[in-house]
């Protein structure tokens, strides 16, 4: 995973780079040790999207520093900055947005390439896990940070035969600011 | 010209860090406790923004005052003065609010020449950027929504606001101490 480094000129901080196959090795015995520590499959599908989800949540912090975006407006935007964007600087890899529903509140993240899932194959007695399922924590973990409240999921996933990997983001509120104090304190 | 003090909050008004380097007038003359101190700035800012983004000249759809509003929508409060300090903001989308106070107040000559502080707006963003992110978001062992002690972020604070010209002599001598 590219991880930020200590910034030379402002407008074009350095970003450490990490050995890709040193993180898709790590990743993988990270998930083979939650396998072996937990054994039931579910439970480790929600243990990657909770680590998934602290990530996210540190994450977005260092993307608004290194990434100088402007606003976005909509969850349109949203969906197009994390996929042009935040996946290209962190996992190195682009993803398209696709599949709006017709209230722009859902959209699908397709992704062709995976660096979490290189090398790796699926045995038939794991088919109910969710291998990249921090990749869906550290979504929805990012967007609650700036106030959208999201659902991650994921429809496709080439590990299990599937022609791309897909994660389908559907927005359930984009809060607004409240202030967190009671009036009378 | 230096720096008062430092606050930075969090979403939910937690103050996650707080440092002085000059304040001649206690805490205790004015709102009490560090706590309500914090909990004032914070109110103000807020107050403040939202008023701000009311009263927007430009915008086509302005939210009337007291509704919610959201991150971002409306314009950004900036700084304000007084006839001695000016009190500069930044506010990042993830909800994060740093405010610094900055004295204005010098001798005559200096005044003639610096009129006042300049926008702190770039050097609050690359505080943020530089310094926040690097020393406090990577941090393994910040929690957020927590107030944080690194040594490593007020060192770098120091420096980085001594680079500026932020920090007078003496404050300089009480920061190394």
Redesign the interface.
């Known amino acids: 995973m590219l ?2 480094g ?2 030379g000129a ?1 407008n074009a ?1 350095s970003l450490e780079q990490i050995n890709a196959e040193v993180f898709t090795l790590t990743y993988g015995s990270i998930v083979r040790q939650l396998i072996s520590d937990f054994e039931d499959i579910e439970e480790v599908n929600k243990q990657l999207e909770q680590m998934g989800y602290n990530m996210g ?2 994450l ?3 993307f ?3 990434a100088k975006i402007t ?1 976005c407006s909509s969850f349109r935007d949203t969906a197009d900055v994390v996929a042009k964007q935040a996946l290209p600087m962190f996992l190195n890899v682009s993803a398209n947005v696709a599949n709006w529903n017709p209230d722009q509140t859902e959209c699908s993240l397709i992704l062709t390439d995976n660096p979490l899932a290189d090398f790796v194959e699926l045995p038939e007695e794991y088919r109910e896990l969710k291998y990249c399922n921090v990749l869906a924590g550290v979504v929805r973990g990012a967007l609650e ?3 959208m409240e999201v659902e991650c999921r994921w429809v496709s996933d080439m590990l299990k035969g599937d022609d791309c990997y897909e994660l389908r983001i559907k927005l359930n509120e ?8 009671k009036d009378d ?1 | 010209m230096g720096c008062f003090n430092i606050y930075i909050f969090n979403r939910q008004g937690t103050c996650i860090y707080y440092h002085e380097w000059f304040r001649p007038k206690s805490v205790k003359q004015g709102a009490g406790t560090l706590q309500d101190d914090q909990k004032q700035m914070f109110g103000l800012f807020w107050t403040l923004s939202n008023f701000c983004a009311t009263m927007d000249p430009k915008d086509q759809d302005k939210p009337q005052l007291g509704t919610p509003r959201k991150i971002g929508q409306g314009c950004k409060f900036r700084s304000f003065t007084a006839n001695n300090y000016k009190c500069n903001f930044l506010e990042v989308p993830s909800g994060i609010k740093v405010g610094c106070q900055k004295c204005t107040w010098t001798c005559l000559l200096v005044l003639n020449t610096h009129r006042e502080a300049p926008d702190l707006t770039d050097v609050l963003q690359a505080l943020y950027d530089d310094i926040f992110v690097e020393y406090v978001v990577k941090n393994p062992l910040y929690v957020p929504g927590q107030s944080f002690q690194s040594e490593q972020f007020v060192n770098a604070l120091n420096a980085f606001l001594r680079q500026n010209g932020l920090l007078q002599q003496q404050q300089i001598m009480q920061a190394s101490a």
Do not use: Q, S, T, Y
């Open positions: 991880r930020g200590p910034a402002r901080p949540i540190r977005v912090d260092e608004l520093a290194k606003r940070m700036v106030n984009h809060r607004d600011e409240k202030f967190p104090f304190d």
